[in-house]
Structures are given as structure tokens and as C-alpha cells.
């Protein structure tokens, strides 16, 4: 099994940053690729950024050029630099990790960008 926690969700002003992080433990062998996406509320959850085991990135093209997904596989951890802020980019941000079999979501954290 494979768990996720994410965490660096918070509030900030319109044009700032933060880095959500993702905990991965578990069978991580398992993992074929990790991703971050997001819910907003009334809207269905859209993929923000995903990062395969190869290193290739993929992002929604609303966060190109303000996002970045990376990873440290010595902490197991994967990360979404967020930057220049929009209050669009409100939501509930969840990890996911796509297996070899089957998807593990974390439990989310809130971002709210105050305009």
C-alpha cells in the first residue's frame, strides 16, 4: 500500500507563493507516476501538474510557466512550487499516485489566494 500526505496549503495574497509538499510512504516501488490536482468548489477535481518515474512533466495549461511539480526521491517527497497566485487557483489540492495497479489520493490541503 502506499499512503500520502500533503501539506503547505494556506492563504496568500494574489501574485504570492507557496510549495505544497507530498509525504509518499509505503510501497512506493508500486508507484508509476505522482501527480497533484486540484477541487474547487462546484467544479470537478482537474489535474494541475504530473511528474512520471522518468522525470517527464505535464501541467494543466492554465499554471504553465507559474508551477512547478519536482520530487526528492531521497525524502519521498514531492513537491508543487506555486507562484504568482491567481484567486482562481483556490481549491483543495490533493496528491495522487498512479500505480502499477489502482490510485491512492492523499487527504488534500486548502490553498486560498485572496485578491
Known amino acids: 500500500q502506499v499512503q500520502l500526505v500533503e501539506s503547505g496549503g494556506g492563504l496568500v495574497q494574489t501574485g504570492g507563493s507557496l510549495r505544497l509538499s507530498c509525504a509518499i510512504s509505503?510501497?512506493?516501488?508500486?508507484?508509476?507516476?505522482m501527480g497533484w490536482y486540484r477541487q474547487a468548489p462546484g467544479k470537478q477535481r482537474e489535474m494541475v501538474a504530473i511528474?512520471?518515474?522518468?522525470?517527464?512533466?505535464h501541467y494543466t495549461d492554465s499554471v504553465k510557466g507559474r508551477f512547478t511539480i519536482s520530487r526528492d526521491n531521497a525524502k519521498n517527497t514531492v513537491f508543487l512550487q506555486m507562484n504568482s497566485l491567481k484567486p482562481e487557483d483556490t481549491a483543495g489540492y490533493y496528491c495522487?499516485?498512479?500505480?502499477?495497479?489502482?490510485?491512492?489520493w492523499g487527504q488534500g490541503t486548502q490553498v486560498t489566494v485572496s485578491s
Open positions: 495522487n499516485a498512479a500505480l502499477q495497479r489502482g490510485t491512492v
Open positions: 509505503g510501497s512506493i516501488a508500486s508507484i508509476n507516476a
Open positions: 511528474i512520471t518515474n522518468s522525470g517527464i512533466t
